[in-house]
């Protein structure tokens, strides 16, 4: 029989999601990087890895059924490698596409990755990568959707969890077609491939529509992993748009030309001055020590300490999920570089409503606003839908009055406490609040968030009041009063000479 898959969502943020993933009797938490480890050859110990909180491990089948092949079989895996946790192993796509080597069908492959005991195996995909020809980028999606479609019909039981490599890089529809195919032959876990080149090339805004084209093609609560993506500019990013798990062998390609990852991206050793990083590695030498290290203990401390960076990011974004403040973590790290800001940008203008989705309806932290992009954030543009909403579905009663309370900084504001006529010549008084960005609100949503949990020091301007003010009078009132600061309220009742209830 084969092994149970399942998919947990504990948590979401934007489309972003801390979930749990069962593999047989193993269990991981996502978002999740992958290391991705050399099948034979030992850099890091991989007792390492464990020690550092990785549960799960990314090789290469090619070169292991190339280089090992009979022994892997013989031993298993995890035994060979000497891994406990989860091993995803890769169907060697990229290679092909590096050697033009296609020495095995995707058969092949395949019973050899179900027979070491891989717990989540790629099948035999054509990666797109970075093509502007739509024709090729056809038939590498076709050849990757067939090749997975004969491997899932060919060991529907197999112990192994087949994993679906979604292609069709830049083109949209090819992507989309690329999910649904893979979802209708029965993947429960997709991979989306060939976005090494964009991340590389700092393409980020065909990343962004490339990772929102596959999400949007899939079930929410389907899992996707996202190949080659450890460059910490984008993986906030990643982890937003849904991207759940991440392989990446950028540690050590980084390490490998000295390069010394932050959170903002690489810089070479040799032009550092410090090590401004508090990892293991980085507490126990200096820049001075380390460059003067020999070539191979250099790579591996560099390495380790890249891995810690990425590490830590993905931490950041699991936090940042429970916070509610994915979105900030979002911006600040685009911020980093005009290219991930500009992606940003065209994200706010163009996917907002699809951002906003799953995005809980309640959190408990403030929801600053420090930024135009800020304005658009999910959380304001589903509090405008749901007013919207609400506000069209008002009549006010014949003479109501509305009062419009402009100062944020008032007690929370009852009938009782302001004051305000009951009855009367002008009949009753419904209060509302303004918010700069949401406009005007019945006071009584004031404590649901996030009329009043804006954080800005934007105000109403001149022109937002009026606007407002026009708002509440075509909503049928009979006349809108505008109370500045909590003395405004008397200061308009006496106005208007409004009598007293009691
Ligand atoms: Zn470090």
């Not at 050697?99 to 070491?116: C, L, N, R, V």
């Not at 950041?316 to 900030?328: P, V």
């Not at 304005?375 to 405008?384: D, G, K």
């Given at each position: 029989l084969p092994r149970p898959f399942f998919f947990e969502v504990k948590e979401t943020d934007l489309m972003g999601r801390v979930g749990q993933v069962t593999v047989g009797k193993k269990r991981f938490e996502t978002p999740c990087l992958t290391p991705v480890v050399h099948p034979v050859w030992r850099d890091i110990p991989l007792s390492q890895f464990k020690a550092m909180g990785f549960d799960v491990l990314m090789t290469n089948s090619y070169i292991l059924y190339k280089r090992q092949g009979k022994e892997a079989i013989e031993k298993g895996i995890h035994d060979l490698i000497g891994f406990e946790g989860v091993i995803m192993t890769d169907s060697g796509g990229y290679q092909v596409l590096e050697?033009?080597?296609?020495?095995?069908?995707?058969?092949?492959?395949?019973?050899?990755?179900?027979?070491?005991g891989s717990d989540l195996a790629v099948t035999l995909d054509r990666p797109t990568g970075y093509s502007i020809s739509r024709a090729h980028a056809r038939e590498t999606m076709r050849a990757s959707l067939s090749a997975a479609e004969a491997?899932?019909?060919?060991?529907?039981?197999?112990?192994?969890?087949?994993?679906?490599?979604?292609?069709?890089?830049?083109?949209?529809?090819?992507?989309?077609?690329?999910a649904r195919g893979l979802t209708r032959a029965g993947f429960q876990f997709l991979a989306l491939g060939s976005p090494v080149e964009l991340m590389e090339g700092y393409m980020f805004s065909p990343l962004v529509e490339m990772i929102v084209n596959a999400r949007s093609a899939m079930a929410y609560a389907m899992p996707m992993h996202l190949f080659g993506a450890g460059h910490p500019l984008t993986l906030p990013l990643s982890v937003a748009l849904g991207c759940d798990t991440f392989d990446s062998?950028?540690?050590?390609?980084?390490?490998?030309?000295?390069?010394?990852?932050?959170?903002?991206?690489?810089?070479?050793?040799?032009?550092?001055?410090?090590?401004?990083?508090?990892c293991p590695v980085c507490n126990s030498t200096s820049l001075e020590a380390l460059r003067a290290e020999p070539r191979e203990d250099r790579v591996r401390k560099v390495a380790l300490h890249n891995l810690h960076v990425l590490r830590a990011d993905v931490l950041?974004?699991?936090?940042?999920?429970?916070?509610?403040?994915?979105?900030?973590?979002?911006?600040e790290r685009a911020m980093a570089h005009p290219r991930s800001a500009s992606a940003f940008r065209a994200l706010v203008r163009d996917r907002v409503d699809w951002l906003a989705k799953p995005t809980r309806l309640l959190k408990l932290r403030g929801l600053m606003v420090r930024s135009e992009e800020d304005?658009?954030?999910?959380?304001?543009?589903?509090?405008?839908k749901h007013l919207s909403r609400l506000m069209s579905a008002r009549r006010p009663a014949a003479k109501t009055i509305a009062v419009l309370v402009t100062s944020s900084a008032a007690p929370p504001l009852t009938r009782r406490s302001a004051?305000?006529?009951?009855?009367?010549?002008?009949?009753?008084?419904?209060?509302?609040?303004?918010?700069?960005?949401?406009?005007?609100?019945?006071?009584?949503?004031?404590f649901v968030f996030p009329f009043a949990q804006t954080i800005s020091d934007?105000?109403?301007?001149?022109?937002?009041?009026?606007?407002?003010?026009?708002?509440?009078?075509?909503?049928?009132y009979a006349k809108v009063v505008v109370a500045r600061g909590s003395r405004g309220i008397a200061r308009a009742r006496t106005r208007k000479r409004a009598p007293r209830s009691r």
């Open positions: 050697y033009g080597d296609a020495e095995f069908t995707p058969e092949e492959i395949a019973e050899f990755q179900s027979k070491i491997t899932i019909r060919k060991f529907p039981d197999s112990e192994t969890t087949w994993v679906g490599p979604i292609q069709g890089g830049v083109f949209g529809d090819l992507v989309r077609a690329s062998a950028s540690y050590m390609l980084y390490a490998k030309k000295d390069r010394y990852m932050t959170e903002r991206g690489t810089v070479p050793l040799d032009r550092m001055t410090y090590l401004p990083c508090g950041r974004c699991k936090e940042a999920i429970y916070e509610g403040r994915l979105w900030d973590l979002v911006e304005t658009s954030r999910p959380e304001l543009a589903l509090a405008r004051k305000v006529p009951r009855a009367g010549a002008l009949g009753k008084a419904e209060i509302y609040r303004i918010n700069p960005q949401i406009g005007p609100y019945p006071a009584e949503l004031e934007r105000q109403a301007t001149e022109a937002s009041l009026t606007a407002s003010v026009k708002k509440l009078r075509a909503m049928g």
